[in-house]
Every structure is written in C-alpha cells, then in structure tokens.
C-alpha cells in the first residue's frame, strides 16, 4: 500500500493527526488505485471537520487482507465529491451513506438514492431535496425498471410473511425468471451511530448488543477491543479465549440454524427440526455462561462479566461435543439427499470476481472463492493460535454457502471444546481507564455474518467523537441482488436465506 | 431413509415437558427481579447508576422498583448492590395485562389476567398471530421463531404465526417502532380484522428499551396505534420462549396452575453472591 495512509493493525490505536489528509483528488486516486489492486474497504464514512462550517472529514479504511494491515487515510470534501462507484463497486453504498448523512454528493454515482432514509448527521443539507422537518419515507424513490412486452415489476415487504425484520424487495421479471432485484431498506433505522456519539456511557454496551440481536457478542467484542484498545489495555488472557468462545458459539448458533431455515426452505422437514432443536444446544450453552441465549451481558470492555470453573467448562464441552455429534447427522442427511442438491446445485450463483468486486466478506465471501476472514487475515488473541482453515469452494451457490457455513461450524465447534476443556488461568477482567482523547481505533471481529468493523474516535475531552459502524450486511446486501439475476422468483426465500443478512445490522 | 431413521432415534423426542412438566433453565437465568426496598441502604443509588436503561425507580427509598418493561434483565443493578436490595428469580413468568404492572416493587409473581368470556370462546382454542418488527434487533424476532420449532412448539396449543394480516387474530409487535416501520405498522394493523388482540414482545416495544429516547424511534408500542389498548406486555431483550408461550397461554386461559414448574433449583435466586458474577 502507498505510503499516502498510515498502516495500523486489528485494535492498534493511533493519533487521530496521524492519519494523512490528503486533497480530495489524491484521496480518491490512492483510494482507487489501492482497491483495484485488491485492497478491501473496510469501513469509509464522514464526521464534521474542524475547519469549516459545511467541510467534512472524510476517512476511508482499507483492509491488506494478504499483510494483515489496515491503511486509514481521509480528506475533507465540501457539498461533492467524484464517485468512484463505477470503478470500485465496494464503494458505491459508502458514497450514498456520506451523501445521506452529511450531504457530500457523490458526482456520477451510477445509482445515487438514499440509503436508510435517515436523517442527516451533523446539520448538514440532505440531498434528494429532502426537507429536514418531512417525515421520512422509506422506499418511496423510482426504482430501476425494466420495460417490455410481458415484463412485470414483483413488489415485496416491508412486511414479510415470516417473522422476520422488514425491508423492501423490487424484482423486475418475465414470468417466473428474475432481471433485476432491487433492495431498499431502512426501515429498521434506529439512529444508532448518533446514539453512541458522546459515548461511553453506561448503556454503550446495551447499545452495542443490539446493533444486531443475532450477533451481540460479535458486536460486543468489537466495541470492547476498540475501548480497550483506546484505554491502552488489553483483556487478560482468561477472558480473551471465553469471550472468543462465545463468539465461536454463535456462530454455531446461527450456522446450525440456518442449516435448518435451508433445509426448510426446500421443504426437507428432518433436518429443518432437527437443526431448529440443535440450535438451542448453543444458545442454551451461551446462556449456561452468561444467563441470555443470545450472550448479552458477557462480553464487556475490559473482559467478561461471567466465569466458568474448570468442571462447569468441561459439563459444558462434554454437552456440546454431543450436540456436535446430532449435527453432523442432521446436516449430514441435508447434504445427502438428491432432492435438496436439486434445489441447490447451482442456485443463486456469484462468481469470485463479482463477489471481489462487491467487496463481500463473511461465508457468503468465502463460499464464492474469497479468502476473507479476519480470525485468519486479521486476528487477534487466541485466534493468532486457531489455525482458522480458508474455503475451499468456488461455485458460489446456495449449496456452497451451505457447506462454507457446516464446514466452519465444524472447525468452531472443535475450537470451542479445545478452549474450554484448557481456559488460561487468571482474571476474567479489569478495570479500564479512562480513554486517551484524540485518538482513533479500527476494531475488526469476523461475527458470524462476516467482518463486523466498529471505528471509533475520540475528541478533546476522550469521548466518542465520531462511533462508526460496519455490520458485514452492508457489504453483502448487494450480493444478494446479483445472485438473484436469471434466478426463478420462486428460488428468492432459498437465496436470501442463504445469505441471511440482517437488516438492523444494515440501518442501525 | 435408515439414516434419517436414525438421526430421528438418536434425537429423540423434543418438546419441552412444559406447562404439563417443568421446564429447565440454566443456573444462570435471570427472570422476574425480586424486589426487597427494605434492605436499600440510606442514599445509596448504585443500581440506578449502573442501569442502562433507567429501569430502575425511586432507589434508597421504600419505593424501591424495577420497570422490566424497560428492563434488559443485564443483572448490573443486582451485582452494583451490596444489599440485595435487587434479587434476579428464575421465574420465567413476566407478562402483564396492563403496561403499569411490569414495574415490580415486590416479590409476587406475575400473574396474567385471562382475556374475557367472548374472545376466549373465539381465540381459547385457535388464535392466529402476524408479527410485526419495527425495528426489533432480530433478537425477539428469532426467540418467536423459537417459539414454533420442535421444542416449545407453539402449535401444539393451537397458536400459531400466519403469514397475512387478514389471516390473523392479532399482531405481535417487536422493536421500538421506529418511525421508517410506523406507516406499514398502522397498515398491517388495520389489516387484521376485529376483534384483535394487540401483544408487545421485548424491552423495545414496552418501552423503546436500549433504543428509549432515539430521535427516530417511538419509545415502544404504547400509543402508536391511536386507541388502541395492548392486551399483552411481554418483557425481556428478548423474551425467552418459555416467557412468550406463559404469557399467551394465560391470556387466553389456557394455563392456571400457580407454581412456576422450573426443573432443578426453582425459583429462588442463585445463592448470595450469585455465582460466577465478577
């Protein structure tokens, strides 16, 4: 990476003045130049600049996957900037975000809308001609349409039929077969980003975890390295690997059950139960340790609030290695049967370049060929030890998602017992000071979903200047749309299950 | 077939042996706070401080009282205080007839109030439920889907999520309604034909929960649909099922039984300090 930004690490903290801010046509050419040679945009966003009413200050994180180093650089843009959407299609929900919360256009956007429907951060103008005092009105912009004899446009949601969270789905069709899918969401905006700002406060935590309620302790755990790494501490050892633990087991939680969803979603009843009833094991197991299926209250800045004795860790281990066993049966069955590999052989398909281009991350990533992972490119303690194994599948299909998911899965599930059957001795946590004004941080956890990315950066007086947050969803979404392309409608709910991404995760 | 047979044997039967039997919760669940404001210390208000969600009421006074409606059930305010002035129970049961009554001041269980005779003759044995999120972290929205799966299955009592409005006897609601899903909301409500019944499940629709206060969200359910009275609060972040199926078998009057049916150590809170608590 050119030397135009600074190279940090995983939870390095670093002067917020260090990073170099460079003019906007440089920015965008190193910015440029740096992702078509394969680095990944970890995290680009705005913040109210010092310098001037209107200016906004405008970073960029770049993930060097193969170095394992992170290059952050910014610039200050005014009311536009070029849009690089076109070249580098990983940036083209970025730009719409920074033009939706701080009013920079981005000029040639190739598909310039809102995003969540939100309201500007910061007192800057919101584009579209939006006035600031209308209620919002999400999805309620043209979408992309096809015309033609027979063509017709399918629309779906907000609500679904399921319990599920809302967003809106547009597909332009010729019968059963799919052109185009649009997705427009931001219905479940909550004003997250702005919630944290001035932080930490006693409910950051609280907030943190509900950034996705499916992925609290990935969430939990980026926020928490990203605070300890701003109070110049790091977490004892003994709550390193039980909170890397828990984080192993929900995504056992969720790959189980969404095993299970699939097989659902084909209509293959056994292992829709069977996976829906061995997804509690893991659940249960996350409240054995901290009391919540879902681990709220676990993972803190500074550690863990719960502990394990060495004989509750190894009934626990003992208990899970059973669970592991049911699984393998139940998805063994899944993978075994003709009638599933006919729904899934080759359905919803995205090629490596494409899901390249996109800048997917996650087992949706990884089922398409990439070799993304941050317990692998970007770890930190104890997975610098895990030997976290990269994919080996290239199809990129419900069925390559499918297996990506049931192979890690497996690999956590030996982890889990590795590290609970021997927890380091010592405290499961200290105090944190306060955090060191001025300073910033990139925090990056691989949730179960993929690359969850929290930056975070103090001001003068050592609060939150500016909270960012990158769910993998936002990453993914645009996934989900291009494999969709020349799919049958009816093949949607497999698809979208296949990627299951969140869409609180998405708007915050 | 004969692996499937097996997988099926090895599994064996699932569903949980509630209401009929106990159902079993981990050690360290925590469920309806015990509340005991005669042990507060004078001037102390370490529970409100160490709240997230301002849950906590009237702290170093006889009017000591936790709103689980806003309560994320984190167990901070019991471990801030020295006294055990705050008790978490293992008593799954937590739902409410009125908003007022998940402010806990005591130690009395929760008791739902059946619905009346008519809508029990028509829901008693069949009640059909949409859900809707607005705005709900998939949190409360997976324990509902948890709901229906071969464990707890909601089914077997002749409750079930359907997939239209205008299938069902009422709306579930999740989230802290935020004002992107209020408009679909309303549609989806009046969607459902009368009489229905209007449920909030989860500390964000009760109260708006780690959301309360978001400029862009309505701090819960209570007064979004104009008139409208919920027949159901069901607290917690989020709710666990064995709290989702009590509170909806109560309304409808299907549960009487007194006793919380927990397997193993009951109800009583884990012995003081609670263990593993650092």
């Not at chain 1, 879902?294 to 500074?302: A, C, D, E, M």
């Not at chain 2, 208000?45 to 160490?50: L, S, V, W």
Request: some cysteine; proline content about 8%.
């Amino acid at each position: 990476m050119p030397s135009r930004m600074i190279l940090v690490a995983n939870g390095q903290p670093f002067d917020a003045a260090a990073v170099p801010r460079l003019p906007a046509g440089e920015f965008q050419q190193v910015l440029a130049d740096a992702v078509t040679a394969g680095a990944r945009v970890a995290a680009y966003f705005g913040q109210p600049d010092g310098d001037g009413p209107g200016a906004v200050r405008v970073t960029a994180v770049l993930a060097n996957d193969a170095e394992g180093r992170l290059g952050v650089l910014s610039t200050v843009a005014g009311e536009s900037l070029p849009s690089l959407a076109e070249e580098c299609p990983a940036l083209q929900l970025f730009e719409r975000e920074l033009a939706e919360q701080f009013g920079v256009v981005p000029l040639g956007h190739p598909w310039f809308k809102p995003v969540r429907f939100e309201h500007p951060l910061g007192g800057a103008h919101p584009p579209w001609n939006r006035s600031p005092s209308r209620p919002t009105l999400p999805g309620d912009t043209p979408f992309f349409a096809v015309s033609g004899e027979e063509v017709h446009e399918v629309a779906v949601g907000p609500v679904h039929a399921g319990i599920i969270e809302p967003g809106h789905f547009r597909f332009q069709c010729h019968g059963e077969h799919v052109f185009h899918l649009e997705i427009s969401l931001g219905y479940q905006h909550r004003a997250m980003e702005r919630l944290l700002q001035g932080g930490p406060t006693r409910r950051t935590t609280t907030l943190v975890e509900s950034i996705a309620g499916d992925t609290v302790v990935g969430h939990a755990l980026a926020s928490a390295r990203a605070l300890e790494g701003l109070a110049g501490r790091e977490a004892p050892r003994r709550a390193a690997v039980l909170r890397a633990a828990a984080l192993e087991l929900e995504r056992l939680a969720n790959h189980v059950g969404d095993l299970g969803a699939l097989a659902g979603d084909v209509g293959y009843l056994p292992t829709a139960s069977f996976c829906g009833a061995l997804r509690a094991d893991y659940l249960n197991a996350l409240a054995e340790l901290c009391g919540n299926r879902f681990g709220r209250g676990l993972v803190v800045p500074g550690g863990v609030r719960f502990d394990l004795t060495a004989a509750a860790a190894a009934r626990l281990a003992d208990r899970l290695a059973e669970a592991w066993t049911r699984v393998e049966e139940a998805a063994g069955l899944f993978f075994d049967s003709p009638s599933v590999g006919n729904r899934t052989d080759g359905t919803g398909q995205l090629d490596e370049a494409s899901a390249a281009r996109l800048g997917l991350v996650g087992p949706a990533a990884r089922a398409s060929g990439l070799k993304v992972d941050q317990r692998r490119t970007h770890p930190f303690a104890p997975y610098t030890t895990a030997h976290v194994p990269l994919p080996t599948v290239t199809s990129g299909d419900v069925h390559a998602r499918a297996w990506v998911r049931l192979e890690e899965a497996r690999h956590s599930a030996g982890l889990v017992d590795r590290w609970l059957r021997d927890l380091p001795p010592g405290e499961p946590r200290l105090d944190l000071p306060a955090l060191s004004p001025r300073r910033l941080v990139v925090s990056l956890v691989e949730g179960w979903r993929g690359e969850l990315c929290h930056v975070v950066a103090t001001g003068d007086d050592g609060r939150f200047l500016r909270y960012k947050v990158v769910d993998a969803s936002f990453h993914n979404w645009a996934g989900l749309a291009l494999a969709m392309r020349g799919e049958q409608i009816s093949d949607f709910p497999l698809c979208n299950k296949s990627f299951n991404l969140s869409y609180c995760g998405h708007d915050l | 077939m004969k692996g499937l047979l097996r997988t099926r044997f090895h599994l064996g039967h699932q569903t949980i042996a509630w209401p009929d039997g106990p159902a079993r919760f981990p050690e360290r669940f925590r469920g309806r706070p015990a509340i005991h404001p005669e042990r507060c210390a004078e001037g102390c208000h370490d529970c409100e401080a160490a709240c997230p969600t301002e849950a906590i009421r009237g702290a170093a006074s006889k009017a000591l009282a936790l709103d689980t409606g806003a309560c994320t059930f984190c167990g901070l305010c019991e471990e801030a205080c020295a006294a055990r002035a705050i008790v978490f129970t293992r008593d799954p049961r937590l739902a409410s007839r009125t908003r007022e009554a998940l402010v806990v001041g005591g130690d009395e269980p929760q008791r739902v109030a059946a619905l009346d005779a008519r809508m029990r003759r028509l829901f008693g044995r069949s009640l059909k439920l949409r859900q809707v999120s607005a705005g709900g972290c998939n949190g409360c929205e997976a324990e509902l889907n948890a709901t229906g799966n071969v464990q707890f299955d909601l089914s077997r009592f002749g409750i079930q999520f359907v997939a239209s409005p205008r299938h069902a006897d009422g709306l579930v609601v999740t989230g802290p309604v935020t004002e992107n899903m209020r408009a679909a909301l309303l549609a989806t409500w009046e969607a459902v034909p009368a009489p229905k019944l209007l449920i909030a499940v989860g500390a964000c629709a009760c109260s708006g929960g780690p959301l309360a206060g978001s400029p862009v969200c309505a701090d819960g359910l209570a007064g979004v649909l104009p008139g409208v009275v919920v027949d159901l609060w069901i607290p917690g972040c989020p709710p666990h099922p064995v709290t989702v199926l009590d509170g909806l078998l109560r309304l409808l009057g299907r549960l009487e039984h007194d006793e919380p049916r927990l397997e193993g150590a009951g109800v009583a809170a884990p012995a003081d300090p609670p263990p593993g608590v650092t």
